[in-house]
């Protein structure tokens, strides 16, 4: 396997991990989430910025998971401290792929991409209810800085 960079040559691919992803997201909060397809506009505007990437997982020429990261800074509110720092919008590892540590692989990259850049940290958000997501993050270190609560009626 090698983690390497996306080009517009893997669009493709992407797109059909990213229904995969919108997939299992929709089965974890279906009231407020569906299956549904990436812009491919939106791929191919984040691999040709100079501040985002699409970190690919590759075997044999097939795209089997990717993470979407890109440069951040703090909102300019006078309490936050200003920083510079990664986040990561998607990640997936197709499910015939996953606990075969391609997921650890795109998270190391992805701190070498930060790293790389001088930024202050990684970021990311994670629905609730993705137990197997979650783990993952903590086993590399990521903590709970916050948390989003919504009040239905």
């Not at 075969?100 to 850049?117: N, T, Y």
Request: charged residues 25%.
């Amino acid at each position: 396997m090698k983690i390497k960079i996306a080009t517009l040559d893997d669009i493709q691919q992407i797109e059909v991990l990213y229904e995969e992803l919108f997939f299992e997201m929709s089965a974890l909060q279906p009231k407020y989430l569906k299956p549904a397809k990436q812009d491919v506009v939106f791929i191919k505007n984040t691999i040709n910025e100079k501040k985002s990437d699409i970190l690919i997982a590759d075997i044999n020429n097939r795209v089997v998971g990717f993470l979407l990261i890109q440069e951040s800074t703090t909102p300019p509110y006078s309490c936050l401290i200003d920083h510079n720092y990664a986040f990561i919008i998607d990640v997936i590892v197709g499910s015939q792929y996953q606990n075969h540590g391609i997921g650890s692989a795109l998270l190391l990259e992805a701190k070498k991409w930060a790293e790389k850049r001088n930024l202050d940290y990684l970021e990311l958000n994670v629905l609730s209810e993705n137990t197997g997501a979650i783990a993952l993050y903590e086993k590399h270190g990521f903590k709970d800085t916050s948390h989003t609560m919504r009040l239905e009626f």
